[in-house]
């Protein structure tokens, strides 16, 4: 999969939880969930549990601390994927 | 964990526990009653002159017994006079089929969906003393424990 595709899974995922749509329809790899897009700390954990579903992996708890910014998330499902 | 120790230590007290026993707990769901006192403040106002138990009582009675206590039954090892429980609600969908009255003793029933990065989501029911379904929906709540410094 590529970064391009993994990204628009993601974008797919986060977008019922968004509060900002300003933030959303800007959203790159900088984006941070919770400073741009105003998504709480709960449906943070619902995002977590469908990035799991989705890419077949397991999150745990070290990884789901890091996983603030669309860049992290990226690079945490590709060495998830790939390990 | 004994059920008592579990009720002694949530976050509420009167007029706002809603909490007067846990008849079945385990790690997939609890359940639990509380009969609604008739002299209960908000019968005051809801609804003037025919008190009926408001739906955000109900939601809050199914929240404390079906989401907090078995949160806190969850937490067992985790909590101590250093580790205090910390508890917010972050969502609910509730749907409502009957009004509660006045003394009416109603049994809530919660089964877990998840408990993960500290995030508890239950489905739970409420029936009242003939087993007629009263409100049934989703309730989540973040739940951790913290150090008091």
Redesign the interface.
Known sequence: MTKEQLLEKLTAIVKPYVQNEEGFKNLNEETDFINDLEI???????I??DVEDEFDIEID?DS?ENMLTVKATIQIIQNKMNA | MKTKKIISLLPYQKPFLFVDKISEISENGVSGIYTYQKDAYFYKGHFKGNPITPGVILTETMAQIGVVCFGIYLLKEKISSENKLQI?L??HQVDFFLPVLPNEKVTVVSEKV?F????LKCKVKMMNLKNELVCRGEI???IITKDNE
Request: hydrophobic residues 40%; proline residues 0%.
């Open positions: 709480n700390s709960a449906n943070l954990v619902d977590i549990l708890n789901m | 917010a972050t969502s998840y993960r990065f500290n995030k989540s709540g973040m």
